[in-house]
């Protein structure tokens, strides 16, 4: 199984990048390509993008930095996207996502997921520059 990481420096606490990438409400406003549309449901969210409409939820630990995303198309069937708010000298953070490639997932596929990751990446740099 492949994986990729994108770790990005921010010049704002912990607690600011942590509370800002936990609170799923602000997805859609980093994750652009992702979560083009963010819907909220009875049975939670859902993101809607060029490859369709599925179901997302995030399990965040403040004492950790842990943000755990979790996206499928159904609550049995979600794959996890790891990704962590560690706090640094200076009052900076740094803010790490690790994306895996799914079984049979097209490496082409897979490889401009990982490209539109590091786009929206730059969102984040820009909400904490």
């Known amino acids: 199984m492949r994986s990729r990481t994108v770790t990005t ?3 704002a606490p912990q607690s600011e990048v942590f509370a800002y990438v936990a609170e799923i409400e602000n ?4 994750a652009t390509e992702f979560a083009r549309e963010l819907r909220r449901d009875a ?10 409409e599925f179901r997302f939820e ?12 979790l996206s499928g198309p159904s609550a049995e069937e979600m794959a996890i996207f790891p990704t962590r708010a560690v706090p640094l000298p200076g009052g900076r953070t740094a803010y790490t996502f ?14 401009s997921q990982y490209e539109s990751l590091q786009r929206e990446f730059a969102n984040i740099e820009a909400r904490f520059s």
């Open 58 to 69: 995030i399990k965040a630990d403040e004492e950790t930095g842990v943000i755990d995303m």
């Open 9 to 11: 420096i921010l010049s």
């Open 27 to 30: 997805l859609p406003e980093w």
């Open 43 to 52: 049975d939670g969210y859902k993101v809607i993008n060029n490859l369709g």
């Open 98 to 111: 690790t994306m895996f490639q799914a079984p049979g997932m097209p490496d082409e596929l897979f490889e």
